[in-house]
Antibody, heavy 115, light 107 residues
């Protein structure tokens, strides 16, 4: 059974940087895209970007200038940083595994950006 | 970007009803589509992948169809636990995009 467990700060101020990490409990870390998705309160889902086991990244152009993803294959973990936060970044952030569609999700981290 | 347009945005139905949700892609995406169910406070759950393949463990009352630009999710006989928000996702090209969601409510 695949499990993703994520953590990171939940309350941040405008202009600060969000850092989230996701630990993956799975037989194989390679061969998948390790993905971040967010959901503003009461709204739909937005794909932020993803990274593979080699560190190759693909970001949503709408966030590309502010997002950085990294991977630690020795720990089966991957991370995301989002800089220059504004209130519009308030959302639940999910880590997830994607081969074609997304199949496994983390539990979500509620992030609030407020002065 | 490929835009995914879901319809309807909300739907009221009764237990036992047959329900269909549609997702239209702004350009052809072959069968690179999945359907998800999300309940309040929970992560989405995959129901369908490759447009029509049923995720293991998902009841057979859920089915998906379509290819190219038009896709449907059908629930053949609504059960109380099916009232939720449903999303489609396309992974044919980057950026990966979701439909805006369909809220399925009890009539």
């Amino acid at each position: 059974q695949v499990q993703l467990q994520q953590w990171g700060a939940g309350l941040l101020k405008p202009s600060e940087t969000l850092s989230l990490t996701c630990a993956v409990y799975v037989d194989s870390f390679s061969g998948y895209h390790w993905t971040w998705i967010r959901q503003p309160p009461g709204k739909g889902l937005e794909w932020i970007g993803e990274i593979d086991h080699s560190g190759q990244t693909t970001y949503n152009p709408s966030l590309k200038s502010r997002v950085t993803m990294s991977v630690d294959t020795s720990m089966n973990q991957f991370s995301m940083r989002l800089t220059s936060l504004t209130a519009a970044d308030t959302a639940v952030y999910y880590c997830a595994r994607r081969l074609a569609t997304v199949d496994y999700w983390g539990q979500g981290t509620r992030v609030t950006v407020s002065p | 970007d490929i835009q995914m347009t879901q319809s309807p945005s909300s739907l009221s139905a009764s237990v036992g009803d047959r329900v269909t949700i549609t997702c239209r892609a702004s350009q052809g995406i072959s069968n690179d589509l999945g359907w998800y169910q999300q309940k309040p406070g929970k992560a989405p759950k995959r129901l369908i992948y490759a447009a029509s393949s049923l995720q293991s463990g998902v009841p057979s009352r859920f089915s998906g169809s379509g290819s190219g630009t038009e896709f449907t999710l059908t629930i053949s006989s609504l059960q109380p636990e099916d009232f939720a928000v449903y999303y489609c996702l396309q992974h044919n090209s980057y950026p990966i995009t979701f439909g805006q969601g369909t809220r399925l409510e009890i009539k």
